[in-house]
């Protein structure tokens, strides 16, 4: 399996991008870097980041809208930052395609709402697609991958779900277009992690995961597997049912933990729940999954707790 970390684990700990890329070199498993643009490029030579990577690989890049966005991304009501929204995606794809990388994440932050009567739903969703379609056709040999968020930090997203994610890919009806999901978010939503992806995995449209944990009622970005440890294990075995081949990213947020150990503690615990699997094997799972049973559901759990 390919793994990557989140930059920003070290960064926010006063480190430095180079420091963050010296510090996958060192860890086991870390085959891949994720980069957000443009926070992560602004100060630093492309070319120097090139060096820095050495055998790591580029999976992709993600977008940030900050700062003169919090009205809107891709719905703002002012013409002029949408624009430069897209513009933002543009950029990001040019570099993401020269540092090898081949997927743009695109959670739409400040798309939402927070009143009633504060935005025209049906504008806004066309203003998603078309710019999507703008970005899609912009670069055919990419793939833009949507990441949904049912809340923070606006009290509404305007894609808010697994289903509302694979409803809008549908409408922009572009090939290069998918999602990304992530684990926390799903939980927030309270969307089945494992029934969201078997969707988008069937219909071809699963591009990337971003994997963590907590309680549901907030991003906690904890641990993979440190709380759900249930729906952790029937998402990888999903993973492995529809043969999913991307980058495994874990997008966790290590406020006190040592950021090397949290991310080697992330990597650790996937590791450990996939063999898991392979030793109970797909088979018996599909079994006891085609039963339809709760008990015999809860008990091969406990198996795999042995």
């Given amino acids: 399996m390919n793994y990557a970390g989140r930059f920003n684990s070290f960064i926010l700990k006063g480190q430095n991008v ?3 890329i010296k510090a996958y070199h060192e860890m086991d498993g870390i085959t891949h870097l994720e980069f957000n643009y ?3 490029f602004a100060g630093y030579d492309l070319e120097e980041i090139k ?3 050495g055998d790591l690989k580029v999976n992709g890049l993600a977008v940030r809208w900050r700062n003169d966005f919090t009205n809107g991304d891709l719905t703002n009501p002012d013409p ?13 794809t040019d570099i993401c395609r020269e540092l090898g990388g081949t997927y743009i994440t695109l959670w739409l932050e400040n798309d939402g709402f927070d009143y009633a009567f504060q935005v025209d739903y049906e504008e806004a969703w066309n203003q998603m697609i078309d710019a999507f379609r ?3 056709d912009y670069a055919p040999d990419m793939k833009y991958s949507i990441e949904y968020k049912p809340f923070e930090p606006r009290n509404f997203s305007m894609v808010d779900s697994t289903g509302m994610t ?3 890919i549908k409408e922009i009806d572009r090939p290069n277009v998918g999602c990304t999901l992530d684990f926390c978010h799903m939980l927030m939503k309270r969307d089945s992690p494992a029934y969201g992806l078997a969707l988008a995995a069937s219909m071809g449209k699963l591009y990337g995961l971003h994997m963590n944990d907590g309680y549901s009622q907030m991003d906690s ?5 440190s709380v759900n440890i249930a729906h952790a294990a029937e998402f990888i075995y999903y993973l492995k049912k529809y043969n999913y081949q991307g980058v495994v990213f874990f997008d966790t947020f290590p406020i ?3 950021a090397k150990l949290e991310t080697q503690a992330n990597i650790n615990s996937f590791e450990k729940i996939s063999k898991i699997i392979d030793e109970i094997g797909m088979d018996r799972i599909a079994e006891v999954v085609s039963k339809r049973d709760g008990v015999e559901a809860q008990r091969l759990v406990l198996d795999m707790l042995k």
């Fill in 18 to 20: 180079f420091d963050a």
């Fill in 38 to 40: 443009p926070e992560h």
């Fill in 51 to 53: 060096k820095a990577m």
């Fill in 80 to 92: 002029e930052l949408r624009e430069r929204a897209i513009r933002y995606c543009k950029e990001a």
């Fill in 134 to 136: 703008e970005l899609a």
């Fill in 166 to 168: 694979l409803l809008l």
């Fill in 221 to 225: 970005g904890m641990i993979f597997g």
């Fill in 256 to 258: 006190r933990e040592n």
